[in-house]
């Protein structure tokens, strides 16, 4: 099973099953479409108008040599692969069901999560801490995310949360990092300097453009939030160093021309850049919808080529959705099963409740149980652990799965009603990244 594309002037094939990438010559790029290993004969036939005989061997010869190197045609060795340890790695605590903001587009019913709004106790940040700490098993490096709503708003109980992960990690030879997701609102010099000391990552929310950022992120009292936070986010970066961080945005039907809007948050300073497409129903009037993919997939064409140029004038940032390991970096069982949300990822709601990712947060169906549950069973493990992509029909015998993992659990659910039945717009929007990333360092390397 391969996949070949054109980007730029660089003819591509991929070996999904080994995850090998090889820049071709035209002549190979062509054989591809004909060859079989065993039929010369027709590739001779059908291209010898266009090559020599010579060169038709030739190129059969490298394709010959790829094969059995296992580098091209090779077989799927994972597929019986696909068992891991029941153990909590990743916990995302919603400090705050509440939020500053109105966004337009929040998936988090502006905080609430169709619920009551309210913020974590301490109390219950230890226990979240406690509940990681004892089901991660063996695991030493572990992460705890805060989230909201508007996390800032529960500020003073973050730092002790975060004291006491200190204390106990030592304890328990873990090392636990920090993350913080924030809308930028409350962002002062204590809070800046604190988050820069204490949180590994960091993202900052903004939509891009001032009229594309305040036409989605508003105020309670519908006011635009962009002068709100922009100074905010440009005081951060000038402090984090080379911290990690990244600036946040989500795209909508409203602004399809969203390389523009990465563009002007390049120009503001910002090098960590994501641009995330919003996931509704079609019945939102800003809903991302099938006759929209033919312009979105040529803005990542547009993306493409401005961090190509960018490079080549020494001025690099960093896109996330560009970002690959071309190394098969990331165990066989993450390429299988993607970001382990229900089975080794959970989100812990202000109460101490379990679900299995910050997106499900609410759904009682979709509850595990708490932090405060004496004898913790996550009833869901095999549920979440068997939507993988062999249990997943198009993912099967489509090219990228083992660049995507089958696509996110809570989109597939919230579109389809079905963690396995992918979500497509977002399957057509993934592959065209991975061809860009791909191709961009395929031009990058000469």
């Known amino acids: 099973m391969f996949h070949k594309y054109l980007f730029k002037d660089k003819h591509i094939v991929l070996d999904i099953n080994s995850g090998a990438v090889h820049v071709i010559d035209k002549i190979v790029f062509d054989i591809l479409d ?6 010369k004969n027709e590739v001779f036939s059908v291209l010898s108008n266009e090559y020599s005989k010579d060169e038709i061997s030739e190129a059969i010869s490298e394709l010959d040599y790829l094969k059995s190197q296992g580098l091209l045609f090779s077989d799927d060795v994972y597929i019986s692969n696909k068992a891991k340890d029941p153990v909590v790695k990743a916990i995302c605590l919603h400090v705050a069901h509440d939020c500053n903001m ?8 502006q905080g609430s999560f169709e619920g009551i709004r309210e913020l974590m106790s301490l109390d219950t940040g230890i226990a979240a801490i406690d509940f990681l700490i004892k089901n991660s098993g063996k695991r030493r490096n572990l992460e705890v995310d805060f989230f909201g709503g508007e996390p800032l708003m529960n500020f003073d109980v973050i730092k002790e949360i975060v004291s006491y992960g200190r204390k106990v990690e030592m304890n328990n030879n873990k090392k636990i990092r920090f993350t913080i997701t924030t809308n930028g609102i409350l962002l002062d010099d204590e809070k800046i300097n604190y988050i820069n000391d204490n949180m590994e990552n960091v993202i900052l929310s903004i939509d891009g453009r001032l009229e594309v950022n305040d036409k989605m992120r508003r105020t309670w009292n519908d006011k635009g939030t962009y002068e709100l936070i922009i100074n905010n986010y440009e005081k951060f970066i000038n402090k984090r160093n080379d911290g990690l961080y990244y600036i946040r945005g989500t795209f909508t039907k409203e602004n399809l ?9 390049i120009n503001k300073g910002f090098k960590n850049v994501s641009i995330e497409p919003v996931v509704v129903k079609d019945h939102e009037d800003y809903a991302i919808k099938i006759e929209h993919l033919d312009a979105i997939l040529n803005e990542y064409e547009k993306l493409s080529d401005l961090y190509i140029n960018n490079a080549k004038n020494n001025q690099m940032f960093d896109f996330f959705h560009f970002n690959i390991d071309l190394e098969q970096g990331p165990c066989v069982f993450k390429r299988i099963s993607g ?38 069973s996550n009833e869901l493990y095999d549920i979440f652990n068997n939507a993988h992509i062999y249990n997943k029909e198009k993912c099967r015998t489509c090219w990228a799965k083992f660049y995507c993992s089958g696509g996110c659990h809570a989109n597939a659910y919230h579109m389809n009603g079905n963690m396995l039945e992918p979500y497509e717009i977002g399957c057509e929007m993934e592959k065209k990244r991975i061809e860009c ?6 031009v990058l390397s000469k």
């Open 34 to 39: 004909i060859y079989e290993g065993d039929n």
């Open 102 to 109: 109105n966004c337009k587009y929040c998936f988090g019913s």
């Open 257 to 265: 021309d969203f390389s523009e809007d990465v563009k002007h948050l």
């Open 339 to 376: 970001c382990g949300a229900g089975t080794e990822y959970m989100a812990v709601a202000p109460n101490g409740d379990l679900y299995p990712c910050h997106q499900f947060v609410g759904n009682n169906g979709l509850k595990i149980g708490s932090v405060y549950d004496v004898d913790y």
């Open 437 to 442: 990333a791909i191709g961009i360092k395929a």
